[in-house]
């Protein structure tokens, strides 16, 4: 925690400043390179660290092939395996030596990358993130240990009944859609990936056009110009042809049921939902708060755990992807009482729908969400990890600058507008692992999707 105070601290003081005294919510300058590279920064000097966090954006496994899922999983495991002259050993032993982070990772839509690196070992760091983005080995022995690492996580996950719960609802929520592939691949598919398909991935989605890159820390505007020309100036410059995939949650009124002899029942909701870009995200935002994304204190919570002892817990969220957004619930409970839990749950959804939250409930979602906003930015990997979401999210440079006008300026009348256009209570989408009691399924799952 000491190690990112100085940041913590402007932060809070940034925010608790008067309006007139503070008004940006972070410093954040957009930098251009000579080879028209551009990124989000935000200095500050106090430490000698840099963080850098970048994605290519619709560059994930939604470009996966059905014969071949999980090959931008594959990617991302194995671009930090080797790159240049070094193979995988010593790539890894000189990020090791100079204590330096760089890890890839493959979303549904983006393929996204990090870096963190003491200011005295910059240059060694930007020059291996360089080597891995432009000169990838993908020696062979290097890709099978990775392969066979991601063939031992889905085995032990078939165990997991969260595993197979969340793998059960992407398949029937998201139906005849990319997003219904298995991101992290299947036993069979990862078998048929080559070296040969991730260079061919790697050329093809790792262009310029879709950079988002996010800096923070200890290097200035000018520093930084140079940087991008090295490490991503030598990338393609392809410009890729948009396809419009725009989809909605699918299986309206469904409960799909997997039996599992196991003594809880894993319950997940999915409905459609909204993104950021429309003019009713920061109603949903706080409606969402006061139903059950706050956890404790939200009225599923209270409703369920506190007052019924029904589960360990439940939460509420929105799910936001590029072609489709949905509104979730997750929660288990004993299965005698998953049939008493799904009624409840779907009470509550039409209570809010129906009726207004009160002025205290407001109120206090407002004053977390305001509070907790810079929690959130309390070191330089999250604040560059904010300003990357944000350019994903396509919002605005200035977009902290005016959070808390906007979640303070949200009303009762708002949230019972929003609560009526969004919820669908009787037509949620549903799936359950586990033996409910006082459950009829309409859809019975007897083997995996996507996982063989």
Same mark, same amino acid.
């Given at each position: ?63 996966? #092939? ?51 690196? %003491? ?121 890729? &042809? ?36 429309? #003019?009713?995200?920061? #109603? ?15 009225? %599923? ?54 009726? #207004? ?94 996982? &063989?």
């Amino acid at each position: 925690m000491k190690h990112f105070l100085p940041v913590f601290c402007l932060l809070f003081l940034a925010f608790a400043l008067p309006a007139q005294a503070a008004e940006r919510f972070l410093d954040i300058k957009e930098v251009t390179s000579d080879k028209g590279l551009s990124a989000w920064l935000v200095e500050d000097h106090t430490l000698p660290v840099i963080a850098v966090k970048f994605a290519f954006t619709g560059a994930g496994s939604i470009n996966d #092939p059905e014969d071949k899922q999980g090959l931008a999983q594959l990617l991302s495991n194995t671009l930090d395996e080797g790159a240049g002259d070094y193979d995988s050993q010593a790539f890894q032993k000189a990020l090791t030596d100079h204590s330096i982070s760089l890890r890839f990772g493959a979303g549904r839509d983006d393929f996204t990358g990090s870096l963190k690196t %003491l200011t005295r070992h910059k240059d060694l760091a930007f020059d291996l993130l360089t080597q891995a983005l432009t000169a990838p080995r993908f020696d062979p022995d290097a890709v099978e240990r990775m392969r066979q690492s991601n063939l031992t996580r889905i085995r032990s996950s078939l165990s997991d009944p969260d595993w197979i719960t969340a793998r059960i609802m992407n398949d029937i929520a998201f139906a005849e859609h990319p997003y219904a592939m298995n991101s992290g691949g299947t036993l069979t598919t990862l078998l048929a990936i080559t070296p040969d398909d991730l260079r061919a991935f790697a050329k093809d989605q790792l262009t310029r056009e879709r950079l988002k890159i996010a800096v923070t820390g200890d290097i200035t505007a000018d520093e930084l110009k140079a940087v991008l020309d090295h490490v991503f100036g030598a990338l393609p410059a392809v410009k890729r &042809e948009t396809v419009d995939l725009s989809a909605e949650v699918q299986n309206a009124g469904v409960i799909a049921l997997y039996k599992k002899d196991i003594p809880q029942t894993i319950i997940q909701i999915s409905q459609p939902g909204i993104g950021h870009d429309d #003019p009713d995200y920061f #109603p949903a935002k706080i409606m969402d708060f006061i139903l059950g994304g706050s956890g404790f204190g939200s009225r %599923l919570t209270e409703e369920i755990r506190e007052k019924r002892g029904l589960t360990y817990g439940i939460h509420t969220g929105f799910y936001e992807l590029d072609y489709l957004k949905a509104y979730t619930a997750q929660t288990s409970t004993k299965n005698e009482t998953a049939g008493e839990m799904l009624t409840l749950i779907k009470a509550e959804w039409q209570k809010m729908k129906d009726q #207004p939250v009160s002025a205290e409930e407001l109120a206090a979602a407002q004053s977390y969400l305001v509070g907790s906003m810079p929690l959130s930015l309390s070191s330089t990997d999250r604040i560059a990890g904010m300003m990357l979401s944000l350019q994903t999210d396509h919002l605005p440079i200035d977009y902290l600058d005016h959070y808390a006008e906007r979640v303070e300026g949200v009303t009762i009348e708002d949230i019972a507008r929003v609560s009526k256009r969004l919820l669908t209570p009787d037509a949620l989408t549903i799936v359950m692992v586990g033996q409910p009691e006082g459950i009829t399924p309409t859809k019975t799952i007897e083997t995996l999707p996507n996982v &063989e």
